[in-house]
């Protein structure tokens, strides 16, 4: 069983910063791709930032120069580091991993259960 843990969410008011991590365990070969994705009410979940085993990295439109993703592969690890946060960045934020499994080597896809950030004065 492979499962994902956010932290960091919170309360911040417009233009500060949070860090969001997420940490993987469980039995698995390895971690290929990662991610966060976010979902506010009444919309559909989005992708934020994406980033590979190798350490590239993707973002969404509304997030680029703002957000950061970054990997631990050691620690099985993913970070989002939020700066100059926007009222319309109040979402669910959820960790994303693909995992190669154990004995059968095939990958699956696993979500973490959520952290709220909302950006409010």
């Known amino acids: 069983q492979v499962l994902l843990e956010e932290s960091g969410g919170g309360l911040v008011q417009p233009g500060g910063s949070l860090r969001l991590s997420c940490v993987v365990s469980?039995?698995?070969?390895?971690?290929?791709?990662m991610g966060w994705y976010r979902q506010a009410p009444g919309k559909e979940r989005e992708l934020v930032a994406s980033i590979t085993r190798g350490g590239s990295t993707e973002y969404a439109d509304p997030v680029k120069g703002r957000f950061t993703i970054s990997r631990d592969n050691a620690k099985h690890m993913v970070y989002l580091h939020m700066n100059s946060l926007k009222p319309e960045d109040t979402a669910v934020y959820y960790c994303?991993?693909?995992?190669?499994?154990?004995?059968?080597?095939?990958?699956?896809?696993?979500w973490g259960q959520g952290t709220q950030v909302t950006v409010s004065s």
């Open positions: 469980g039995s698995f070969f390895s971690i290929n791709d």
């Open positions: 994303n991993a693909v995992a190669v499994n154990i004995p059968t080597l095939r990958q699956s896809e696993y």
